[in-house]
Nanobody, 120 residues
Framework: QVHLVESGGGSVQAGDSLRLSCAAT????SAWFRQAPGKERAFVAA????????YYADSVKGRFTISRDTAKNTVDLQMNSLKPDDTAVYYC?????????????????WGKGTQVTVSS
């Protein structure tokens, strides 16, 4: 069983940065998703077991960076140049393995989410 706990959300201005952290990911393929009000849960970024391979949604590429700290057993999401469209609840997710890393149903383990609000 994998128990995930997110932290680091908050309210910021457009252009600011935030760093989200997901604890207790273990040896898993891990990802961040987000869900804005009235919208479906959407893929943001993913990282493999080693931390060497990463994937990003086009909307965050170049602004967000996902990283894994195996010593601390965490997966972080550094978010720079935040925009109002980034406002959402951000969820950490994990799975033993998948090729369909953009699909929420591929992840059996989820955190409870952390709110990120970006104002203009």
């Amino acid at each position: 069983q994998v128990h995930l706990v997110e932290s680091g959300g908050g309210s910021v201005q457009a252009g600011d940065s935030l760093r989200l952290s997901c604890a207790a990911t273990g040896r898993t393929f891990s990802a961040w998703f987000r869900q804005a009000p009235g919208k479906e849960r959407a893929f943001v970024a993913a990282v493999d077991y080693s931390g060497d391979v990463t994937y990003y949604a086009d909307s965050v590429k170049g602004r967000f960076t996902i990283s894994r700290d195996t010593a601390k057993n965490t997966v972080d999401l550094q978010m720079n140049s935040l925009k109002p469209d980034d406002t959402a609840v951000y969820y950490c997710a994990a799975t033993i393995g998948t090729e369909k890393y953009r699909v929420p149903d591929e992840y059996p383990y989820w955190g409870k989410g952390t709110q990120v609000t970006v104002s203009s």
